[in-house]
């Protein structure tokens, strides 16, 4: 019984494994304390292609009309990089802001797509204080 445990425990690594196509270092940004009145925040999420075959990212969708992704309609090769721009008004907004922005991505061979959350978090002062 141990060994079939040990067996199904590896396969699922593998299939775990398989199934992650991009790799990103870093999924989160705090942007600070930053007043209303400010500029927007941008601040790029860098990827890479960790498989064999070009991967596609299919849409990347935000909460709101505040938080605007930008990303890359062609295919990324296997072993290149590229970003995913987010750029964050903070008009309108107020006190601490998590804002996600759900991307979601296919292989040229996978079947499903998959799909990682990147969130910008902060606070948004009036521009009096």
């Not at 860098?46 to 935000?62: G, H, I, R, Y």
Request: charged share 25%.
């Amino acid at each position: 019984m141990r060994q079939i445990i040990l067996i199904l425990t590896a396969i699922f690594a593998v299939i775990i494994t398989q199934a992650k196509s991009l790799e990103f270092p870093e999924t989160e940004f705090d942007f600070g304390t930053v007043a209303d009145s400010a500029k927007p925040v941008v601040h790029e999420f860098e990827f890479k292609n960790v498989t064999d075959e070009p991967v596609v990212v299919l849409s990347a969708s935000a909460q709101c009309g505040c938080t605007r992704p930008e990303y890359p309609v062609k295919p990324i090769a296997p072993g290149a990089s590229a970003t995913i721009k987010v750029t964050f008004v903070p008009a309108g907004q107020k006190g601490n802001v998590n804002k996600d922005v759900r991307v979601r991505f296919r292989g040229a061979k996978a079947r499903k797509s998959e799909r990682v959350t990147l969130r910008l978090s902060g606070r948004v002062t009036p521009a009096s204080e």
